[in-house]
């Protein structure tokens, strides 16, 4: 199943409910309130349609994902990455450590990981 395209905004309320879950609606409000600024109606609004989209379900006032952050990520990085790089991995990481330094420690965990998809 293809992971729902999550909007900016509604990413930063999938960080609270991800943060949270499983959580009451009323709860999800007063947080949206206090973390977004976000009107009752507001989160209502982002509930409803992020249930229709298939990225959370609200049932009996409970709210809980059926997509994961990391799956989120992930698409969000694939569909990145094939815009911007024509789906080229190695050009997106050229372009990252042009502008990031990598450290030492970030540097072996990146051939631990290949070493490790190599030998899948």
Sequence with gaps: METPKIFESEYRFCQI???????????????CAE????????TYTVI???AQRGVLKSENAIVTSLVSQEDVQASELDAFVQRTFDG?????IA???RSQSLSPQ????????IE???EN
């Design 17 to 31: 409910l991800w943060e949270h879950e499983p959580i009451r609606s009323t709860e999800l409000v007063h947080l």
């Design 35 to 42: 973390k977004l600024g976000w009107k009752k109606a507001t």
């Design 48 to 50: 409803r349609r992020l």
């Design 88 to 92: 080229s991995l190695p050009k997106f």
């Design 95 to 97: 372009a990252f450590t």
């Design 106 to 113: 970030e540097v072996d965990e990146l051939k631990a990981m």
């Design 116 to 118: 490790q998809y190599s």
